[in-house]
T-cell receptor, first 114, second 113 residues
Framework: ELKVEQNPLFLSMQEGKNYTIYCNYS?????LYWYRQDPGKSLESLFV?????AVKQEGRLMASLDTKARLSTLHITAAVHDLSATYFC??????????????FGKGTHLIIQP | NAGVTQTPKFQVLKTGQSMTLQCAQD?????MSWYRQDPGMGLRLIHY???????DQGEVPNGYNVSRSTTEDFPLRLLSAAPSQTSVYFC????????????FGSGTRLTVV
């Protein structure tokens, strides 16, 4: 059974600081996804990581994937208040050439204070 | 291009009532899936479909039925609602290799009293 663990689950940080959210998963997979969710809203896709060593950056966010360690990181650089949200990582297991659904971490509730 | 459309957005049911949550996508995605989101639990997979006529169970399928008669639609049925099914439900779709990731609908907030 695939398990996905995120840490920390709650993070309060100041604007301008850097921090990293970690996502560990239990079963071999080279497909990992990061999503952002604002309160009362749906999930917004941030990054799709599909191979070992994949690194993607968008603005102040950078995500990476190490499939050997079964670890992905979401790094926040010089945080700003607008990045306050809940961040989820999710993994799926390829099956029959396709995808059968995502297993999510419990999410990291990020608050960025001025 | 509407993406993934879920209806209704809000619903209150009495225990024992039945209802269907609708999900439709216009992106010709083969894969569709339903999740429920509960506080502190993240999202959990209920059922998924790899194409028309093919469905399978996810992590928490009990109390829910699905069918997939067309590529576009993937309804979720609650046959006899229970308070434990109070949750926010999300539908998602993707291409077969999920290279672009999964697209989520806006969600249905369901309360069972």
């Amino acid at each position: 059974e695939l398990k996905v663990e995120q840490n920390p689950l709650f993070l309060s940080m100041q604007e301008g600081k850097n921090y990293t959210i970690y996502c560990n998963y239990s079963t071999t997979s080279d497909r990992l996804y990061w999503y952002r969710q604002d309160p009362g809203k749906s999930l917004e896709s941030l990054f799709v990581l599909l191979s070992n060593g994949a690194v993607k950056q968008e603005g102040r966010l950078m995500a990476s994937l190490d499939t050997k360690a079964r670890l992905s990181t979401l790094h926040i650089t010089a945080a700003v208040h607008d990045l306050s949200a809940t961040y989820f990582c999710a993994v799926d297991i390829p099956s029959g050439g396709g995808a059968d659904g995502l297993t999510f971490g419990k999410g990291t509730h990020l608050i960025i204070q001025p | 291009n509407a993406g993934v459309t879920q209806t209704p957005k809000f619903q209150v049911l009495k225990t024992g009532q039945s209802m269907t949550l609708q999900c439709a996508q216009d992106m010709n995605h083969e894969y569709m899936s339903w999740y429920r989101q509960d506080p502190g639990m993240g999202l959990r997979l209920i059922h998924y479909s790899v194409g028309a006529g093919i469905t399978d169970q996810g992590e928490v399928p009990n109390g829910y039925n699905v069918s997939r008669s067309t590529t576009e639609d993937f309804p979720l049925r609650l046959l006899s609602a229970a308070p434990s099914q109070t949750s926010v439900y999300f539908c998602a779709s993707s291409y077969s290799v999920a290279g672009d990731g999964y697209t989520f609908g806006s969600g249905t907030r369901l309360t069972v009293v």
